[in-house]
């Protein structure tokens, strides 16, 4: 079994940055895919990056490109989620998730199902 606990949340204005970690105890997924969803009040939790194996591959959302940058430290059993120009509409519970499986096709990244680990969430709020 793999507990996953996030942290780094909190209220920034729009433009700031945030850093949120999410560290993986008991069994590591060290090679095997994590990464982050959120959900905003009133929406489907949605997709939001991945980062597979060594973390030299990743895939972020179209909404999120360029701006959040999703990293790992394997000896650590960590992941990172660097978020600069926040914008209110990236205002959610974010979630850290694991998967056991070590590859899907590219639009079963995107899918909560793919992934057997959830974390507690940790919420983000930015203001205009």
């Known amino acids: 079994q793999v507990n996953l606990v996030e942290s780094g949340g909190g209220l920034v204005q729009a433009g700031g940055s945030l850093t949120l970690s999410c560290a993986a105890s008991?069994?590591?997924?060290?090679?095997?895919?994590m990464g982050w969803f959120r959900q905003a009040p009133g929406k489907e939790r949605e997709f939001v990056a991945v980062?597979?194996?060594?973390?030299?591959?990743?895939y972020y959302a179209d909404s999120v490109k360029g701006r959040f940058t999703a990293s790992r430290d394997n000896a650590k059993n960590t992941v990172y989620l660097q978020m600069n120009s926040l914008k209110p509409e990236d205002t959610a519970v974010y979630y850290c998730?694991?998967?056991?499986?070590?590859?899907?096709?590219?639009?079963?990244?995107?899918?909560?199902?793919?992934?057997?680990?959830w974390g507690q969430g940790t919420q983000v709020t930015v203001s205009s």
């Open positions: 998730v694991g998967s056991e499986t070590f590859y899907g096709s590219a639009n079963d990244y995107y899918t909560q199902s793919f992934y057997d680990y």
């Open positions: 008991g069994r590591t997924l060290s090679r095997k895919p």
């Open positions: 980062l597979l194996r060594n973390g030299q591959t990743t």
